[in-house]
């Protein structure tokens, strides 16, 4: 079994040296994952330089902590939105696409599960997350009163070629596109719709979204009442269709041109859902790999790359942790 060196979505961040390189399992530095030479493809600040001048341990480790809850809102007796009071800061790290935290509702950091940021406001400190609740840690955080606990920022909750980041995070717009009004497609079935709220929320000015919006397990008054919220909404940059995406894979309503355009038209594709819908999607809409973001599904717990829950193997035998590494090899 070997580690693939993908780069981590951590490196070069303020989370960076992580426990691993403590461990010597750094998935990226040849000299913090215990060979003797240099011969890394990493271009940014040494991170075995790094670690050393921090006497040899991890740097800004993500601390759990108790939030205030705001306010709770109910769109079925399963499906909530909450917003919690965090400080500025946190809230600008959870701005960027993909971001999420662990959160609980028990004092117990077992109960601790991955949710998608879904709305940061930076003026108020608030940050906003749909919640389904499917068992004991999601019912939980419905049960916890006055407070919740969280740890985070993470990064890692999208993945794909189509994801390019600047420095803050921010989606990077393929420059052959910048001078045609981009337009970007969000295919998202039930809370996989929270992280593209996240993105529309700082759609950048120019860009127009489609959205195809698969309600299951969520309801059309929290969608309506989320993207209400959005500027690009309010604008009319934003188009949206509620269907089963089962019918996303009949062609004849796109060749109808009753929900989406065809996909050379769009700069960005996110599929926001299940991996069936990932891979079958993106297989019959022929969506090239250098358009694609797609949801990271695979299990979260520490988020560090410590536990190993979410591994993925690939016909080689080769690992990659998902919570870390940006890309895998399957897609
Ligand atoms: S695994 Fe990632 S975050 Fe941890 S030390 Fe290596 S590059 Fe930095
Ligand atoms: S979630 Fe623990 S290693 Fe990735």
Redesign the pocket.
């Known amino acids: 079994m070997k580690y693939n060196n993908c780069i ?1 979505i ?2 070069g961040t303020p ?4 426990p ?2 403590e461990t010597g399992d ?4 040849s000299r ?1 994952n215990g060979r003797d030479k240099c011969d890394c493809s990493w271009c940014g600040l040494c ?1 075995y330089n790094e ?1 050393m001048q921090n006497d040899r341990r991890s740097a800004g480790r993500r601390e759990r902590f108790e939030a205030p809850v705001l306010s709770r809102r109910w769109y079925s007796s399963d499906l909530m939105t909450i917003k919690i009071k965090v400080d500025r800061g946190f809230t600008l790290a959870g701005a960027g696409p993909g971001s999420f935290v662990f959160l609980s509702g028990s004092a117990e950091p077992f109960f601790d599960t991955p949710v998608s940021i879904m709305r940061t406001d930076t003026k108020e400190g608030t940050m906003t997350f749909a919640v389904k609740m499917i068992s004991a840690k999601t019912k939980a955080i419905a049960q916890a009163e006055d407070k919740v606990y969280i740890r985070g920022v993470y990064r890692n909750g999208l993945l794909g070629e189509g994801l390019r980041q600047d420095a803050k995070g921010a989606p990077l717009q393929d420059e052959k596109f910048s001078a045609f009004s981009p337009r970007w497609l969000f295919i998202t079935k039930g809370v996989g719709f929270a992280p593209a709220v996240n993105i529309i929320d700082r759609l950048p000015e120019e860009v127009s979204a489609d959205m195809v919006i698969d309600t299951e397990k969520i309801t059309e008054e929290m969608i309506s009442d989320s993207l209400s919220r959005c500027e690009a909404a309010r604008e009319g940059r934003v188009k949206m269709d509620i269907m089963p995406l089962s019918r996303l894979l009949d062609r004849q309503d796109i060749e109808a041109g009753k929900c989406i355009r065809e996909i050379e038209e769009y700069e960005k594709v996110f599929i926001l859902a299940s991996d069936h819908y990932i891979h079958t999607l993106s297989a019959e809409l022929n969506v090239p790999a250098g358009k694609l973001v797609y949801a990271n599904n695979f299990h979260m717990c520490c988020g560090e ?1 410590v536990c190993g829950a979410c591994c993925h193997v690939d016909e080689n035998g080769n690992v990659s942790k998902m919570c ?1 590494c940006r890309r895998r090899k399957d897609l």
């Not at 750094?26 to 530095?29: D, G, S, T, Y």
């Open positions: 981590c951590d490196a989370n960076c040296p992580c691993l390189a750094c998935l990226v530095c913090l991170i670690f790359g870390k």
